[in-house]
């Protein structure tokens, strides 16, 4: 069964950089795009960032130049690496496999002001 495990999330304050990391099991990274979501208390859950199965990116504007995405084939992981952190981008942040609906988690990110 495939199975996505996130990691990196924590507490940080405005301004702070945190890395996230997302793992597959029974799924290659290098063969298939993977996304990063993230959902706010009382709001619904939102596209961040997508990395394709040949490697290119996209990004909700809303994090466009301060989130990279990238991916360790070697390892199988995807990273989020999350730049000049915003309060607004407080949220639990998840990984998915668009191909198998599959989804991680979460990992909690907090950012204080």
């Known amino acids: 069964q495939v199975q996505l495990v996130e990691s990196g999330g924590g507490l940080v304050q405005a301004g702070g950089t945190l890395r996230l990391s997302c793992v597959g099991s029974r799924i290659t990274f290098r063969t298939n795009a993977i996304d990063w979501y993230r959902q706010a208390p009382g709001k619904q859950r939102e596209f961040v960032a997508r990395?394709?199965?040949?490697?290119?990116?996209n990004y909700a504007d809303s994090v466009k130049g301060r989130f990279t995405i990238s991916r360790d084939t070697t390892k199988n992981t995807v990273y989020l690496q999350m730049n000049s952190l915003k309060p607004e981008d407080t949220a639990v942040y998840y990984c998915?496999?668009?191909?198998?609906?599959?989804w991680g988690q979460g990992t909690q990110v907090t950012v204080s002001s």
């Open positions: 998915n496999a668009p191909v198998t609906g599959i």
């Open positions: 990395i394709s199965s040949v490697g290119t990116t």
